[in-house]
Nanobody, 124 residues
Framework: QVQLVESGGGLVQAGGSLRLSCVVS????????MGWFRQAPGKEREFVGG????????DYANSVKGRFTMSRDNAKNTVYLQMNSLKPEDTAVYYC?????????????????WGQGTQVTVSS
């Protein structure tokens, strides 16, 4: 069984930065493409960013491009989401997800495993 544990969320002022981490255990981490999603109250879960198994390919939602950066360390079984220039509209619960495929997807249903989420709150 694959387990994902996120950390790094918190309260930050607008313009600030946070780095989220997601540690994966249970299976070979490098077999999974990884994604970050977020869900704000009353809204559907939305794609934030994705990274391929090798880490050589990434993509981001338009709303975070130029501000957020995903990376992965396959030796540490960890994927990261560096969030800069945070805005109040970035406030949400952030989830990491693992997909048994070579590349990421923007579709939540294509991910096999999910973490429990970490809250990010950006104050104005």
């Amino acid at each position: 069984q694959v387990q994902l544990v996120e950390s790094g969320g918190g309260l930050v002022q607008a313009g600030g930065s946070l780095r989220l981490s997601c540690v994966v255990s249970g299976r070979t981490f490098s077999n999974y493409a990884m994604g970050w999603f977020r869900q704000a109250p009353g809204k559907e879960r939305e794609f934030v960013g994705g990274i391929s198994r090798s880490g050589g390919s990434t993509d981001y939602a338009n709303s975070v491009k130029g501000r957020f950066t995903m990376s992965r360390d396959n030796a540490k079984n960890t994927v990261y989401l560096q969030m800069n220039s945070l805005k109040p509209e970035d406030t949400a619960v952030y989830y990491c997800a693992a997909a048994s495929r070579s590349s990421y997807s923007t579709t939540p249903a294509l991910y096999n495993y999910w973490g429990q989420g970490t809250q990010v709150t950006v104050s104005s």
